[in-house]
């Protein structure tokens, strides 16, 4: 065998290794997309197969917090005009152009998922909306007060879309939904801020105000109840 023979042997031998590498990598890609097919649903064939439950309640929740998102937009200007300070006023307008952006984030999800936006309404959004409306009939226009509940009753808001978005975000990246969860985390941490800057605002000096509006009747029975608590102590201790 010549030395010309060899070397032409040898390059059809590494050419015939380099083909079978080459078409074992083609068939394990296609296997992980099989299996991946198999585990969101898909058939074999490609064709989709029938919604999972995981998947039906990521769209009702969906669902929820496009309706609360809503709801919120009619609801934030009535709070707005409420407000006795600025700063709230302010705090609820700014988070009002956030919840216009939480909304459209919203619908770009459901586009993610191949679904129409659809608002099913949300029970739990209602009564806490109803319990702001309750806090602006029932406290004194132009007091401190007034804030301080209003206060809280944004941050029952926020608290419950912090809940939906920070469960949604999880249940994305569980279903490898990577651009919905960024999508949803953006909406989560601005209103995470948002309950922050709430607490900020009634911390530095509304509930200081609101705490100065009127006389007050319970440091007394307080102080009543800390004397007869402590002469009781003492009389255990004398036991
Ligand atoms: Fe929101
Ligand atoms: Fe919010």
């Given at each position: 065998m010549t030395t010309y023979t060899l070397h032409y042997l040898f390059i059809n031998l590494k050419f015939f290794i380099m083909?079978?590498?080459?078409?074992?990598?083609?068939?394990?890609?296609?296997?992980?997309?099989?299996?991946?097919s198999a585990t969101s649903g898909r058939g074999s064939n490609g064709q989709k197969g029938q919604e999972s439950l995981l998947e039906k309640f990521f769209t009702d929740q969906l669902k929820d917090i496009y309706y609360a998102e809503q709801k919120l937009l009619k609801a934030i200007p009535k709070m707005a005009q409420a407000c006795t300070t600025e700063e709230l006023e302010d705090a609820f307008n700014d988070h009002l152009k956030q919840t216009e952006r939480h909304v459209k984030r919203l619908e770009k999800v459901f586009q993610i998922i191949g679904k129409k936006p659809e608002a099913e309404k949300c029970e739990a959004i209602e009564g806490i909306v109803k319990e702001a409306e309750t806090i602006i009939n029932e406290t004194k226009q132009e007091s401190m007060t007034r804030d301080a509940a209003l206060i809280i009753a944004a941050q029952k808001v926020e608290h419950y879309e912090i809940a939906t978005y920070g469960g949604l975000v999880q249940l994305a990246l569980t279903m490898e939904l990577h651009r919905a969860a960024d999508i949803l985390d953006k909406t989560l941490m601005e209103e995470e801020d948002t309950d922050r800057l709430l607490t900020e605002i009634a911390e530095n000096y509304i509930n200081i105000h609101a705490e100065e509006e009127g006389d007050r009747t319970w440091q007394k029975e307080e102080q009543g109840q800390d004397e007869s608590e402590t002469s009781n102590t003492m009389a255990s201790y004398s036991m």
């Open positions: 083909k079978q590498n080459e078409k074992n990598k083609n068939q394990n890609a296609q296997n992980r997309i099989s299996s991946k």
